[in-house]
């Protein structure tokens, strides 16, 4: 026959259970804290926590909120860009401000110009701004004062052109710039087989590349390239959006696998 629990065995297994539950609380509130704890590091991470561009703006004394979002994300992708976009606010000053190449050409080099120099990067191409979207009239600058010796050509000028003749897409510049483009500055534009001999001897006849490249060594989306000769370490680079490229050779497989059309651009 079975016996009733006594009163003390009631007692205990009420306090037991009692222990239990604060114990299973407890550990659903440390899970918690921890969850917590993590989404305030994320929150941290993504909001408050400078990025690269802000943190060098705010180094040089400077308020990352009074720059545009694509300012900041060009900095952030490229620290050579930081006089530029440090220099927004007084972009002012060269906007539309008389352009002097003069400095800039010596007869038989390739120019190498950047689309952000503050002498034109400000300035509009199309919706954009030639700093942030004008790789393609700053790459036929290059080959123009390069292959003409005309100094008012510059990459305001070219974008300018560009844009009145409705090369400026909303998917960039249109590849027809480089051939009827050409025409109209009066040089010859022609598309290039993707080929190293065939690269080589448009070099070899004094004549410039234009290669538009995708995602890679130069860019995350698309952009323009231009070469300026070779040797047998590779070929010669003048990337109008940053100088380090512009100061190595690259070989031809490692560009040939990020070119989606080239032009041989001369007179």
Not at 156 to 184: L, N, P, V
């Amino acid at each position: 026959m079975r016996q009733g629990k006594s009163v003390e065995r009631i007692g205990y297994g009420r306090e037991r259970k009692r222990m239990l539950s604060k114990r299973r609380k407890a550990r659903r509130w440390r899970k918690i804290q921890r969850l917590c704890a993590l989404l305030l590091a994320l929150w941290a991470l993504l909001v408050v926590l400078p990025s690269a561009a802000r943190a060098l703006l705010q180094f040089g004394g400077l308020s990352p909120e009074d720059y545009p979002q694509e300012l900041l994300e060009l900095l952030e992708k490229n620290e050579e860009t930081y006089d530029f976009v440090s220099g927004y606010p007084e972009r002012a000053d060269f906007m539309g401000k008389e352009i002097d190449l003069s400095k800039d050409y010596e007869p038989g080099n390739v120019p190498l110009l950047m689309q952000w120099d503050r002498r034109w990067g400000y300035d509009s191409y199309g919706d954009d701004m030639i700093g942030l979207a004008g790789c393609g009239p700053t790459c036929m600058a290059m080959a123009y004062l390069y292959l003409t010796g005309d100094v008012s050509m510059n990459p305001r000028a070219m974008a300018e052109y560009a844009d009145s003749q409705g090369y400026d897409t909303e998917a960039g510049t249109s590849w027809s710039f480089f051939t009827e483009g050409a025409a109209g500055l009066g040089l010859f534009g022609s598309e290039l087989p993707l080929s190293e001999g065939a690269m080589q001897d448009a070099l070899d006849q004094g004549k410039v590349v234009v290669c538009s490249m995708g995602p890679g060594d130069f860019t995350t989306s698309g952009h323009f390239i231009l070469l300026r000769g070779y040797d047998g370490n590779g070929f010669y680079v003048n990337d109008p959006n940053r100088r380090a490229n512009s100061g190595k050779q690259w070989d031809y497989d490692t560009l040939s696998s990020q070119i989606k059309c080239l032009w041989c651009i001369g007179k």
